[in-house]
């Protein structure tokens, strides 16, 4: 699975920015975005399984909506009301059974203040 995400840039505090990932093929697992900043570990930002409720992050709850097209083998994630400790590097997910994780390579988001 090559995931390619995109979306990222440099906006002011209250902004949004909208994420995309595209899968090189039908996923039919979770799907998820993680976010690292330098010198801290990678955390899950939010994911959703194919066909059921998404799971957020407190950080970015009423904040951030993750949404994915199955059609499309595309994920996306909505940012709004931006915040500067939002600033990272985010990586699209695909968690397949039992345990193996796919990553893109990342997109850097940066948030003014």
């Known amino acids: 699975v090559q995931l390619q995400a995109s979306g990222g840039g440099l906006v002011q505090a209250g902004g949004s920015l909208r994420l995309s990932c595209a899968a090189s093929t039908r996923i039919f697992s979770i799907m998820g975005w993680y976010r690292q900043v330098p010198g801290k570990q990678r955390e899950l930002v939010a994911s959703i399984p194919p066909n059921g409720r998404p799971n957020y992050a407190n950080s970015v709850k009423g904040r951030f909506t993750i949404s994915r097209d199955n059609a499309k083998s595309t994920l996306y994630l909505q940012m709004n009301s931006l915040e500067p400790e939002d600033t990272a590097v985010y990586y699209c997910?695909?968690?397949?059974?039992?345990?193996?994780?796919?990553w893109g390579k990342g997109t850097q988001v940066t948030v003014s203040s």
């Open positions: 997910n695909v968690r397949t059974p039992p345990n193996t994780n796919y």
